[in-house]
């Protein structure tokens, strides 16, 4: 499965974006997908994830209750609702794929990945 983020931008704090990710290539709704990103000077992390079918969810604590993952299987497509943005969420955001939704945590476990996309909070 091939996969490509957009909609990262300029954002001062407290304010909100929208990241897709369009999926072509594969039967999306087979797949688990994902969000992680890379802040300046920082690893790669964890952010969110979303389950094949939509019903399992998981959130890194840094984000639970401003961001949310989301996915349309039949648009094969994926979102990150991220609001009451901080500088600290300013990073390259990468969307993720996984075969089976197993450890969705697990960076290691995503096999195929899309470009970032970058994401500045300003103070």
């Known amino acids: 499965v091939q996969l490509q983020a957009s909609g990262g931008g300029l954002v001062q704090a407290g304010g909100s974006l929208r990241l897709s990710c369009a999926a072509s290539?594969?039967?999306?709704?087979?797949?688990?997908v994902g969000w992680f990103r890379q802040g300046p000077g920082k690893e790669r992390e964890f952010v969110a994830s979303?389950?094949?079918?939509?019903?399992?969810?998981a959130y890194a604590d840094s984000v639970k209750g401003r961001f949310t993952i989301s996915r349309d299987n039949a648009k094969n497509m994926m979102y990150l609702q991220m609001n009451s943005l901080k500088p600290e969420d300013t990073a390259v955001y990468y969307c993720?794929?996984?075969?089976?939704?197993?450890?969705?945590?697990?960076?290691?476990?995503?096999?195929?990945w899309g470009q970032g996309t970058l994401v500045t909070v300003s103070s």
């Open positions: 290539g594969g039967i999306f709704s087979t797949y688990g």
């Open positions: 979303v389950s094949g079918t939509g019903s399992r969810t």
């Open positions: 993720a794929a996984v075969p089976r939704y197993g450890s969705p945590e697990a960076m290691e476990a995503y096999g195929y």
